[in-house]
């Protein structure tokens, strides 16, 4: 098992609870889930996170605002937005705020694993390193 956590951002339960399913199955990865944007903060807050696979509309906070706050928290924290919001602008200003990726959904098991491990990889985090 990997000492990587990631956590992931989704307001849909059940959307939630399939990532993180894959997540940990193919990468071998320790998870962590929230429904809402003040979950998320309350978990960030305890623990660091290599990782967060966040998706952009949340019932309580914009979803640009908490990656501006997950990022005060910790810099080193690579944010994967995951999102049905296919907007230029959107995507954009994820990115200027210090988004590592974004992808559209429904996006590939293989994509976003793929761009999970290019964001360990960043942070010198290996697959399978204990």
Known sequence: MSEATILII????????SL???IEMKGCYTTQKALTAQGALA?????????????LTLPD???IELLRQLKKLYQAT?????????SLEKAEEAMREGAFDYLVKP???EKLMGAIEKALAKQGVLPGEV
């Open 61 to 63: 906070m914009d979803g």
């Open 20 to 22: 993180g399913d894959v």
């Open 78 to 86: 690579e944010v994967i937005i995951l999102t049905g919001q296919t």
């Open 43 to 55: 978990k960030a807050s305890e623990k660091f996170f290599n990782v967060i696979v966040q998706d």
């Open 10 to 17: 989704e307001d849909d339960a059940d959307v939630c609870e």
């Open 107 to 109: 996006s590939r098991p």
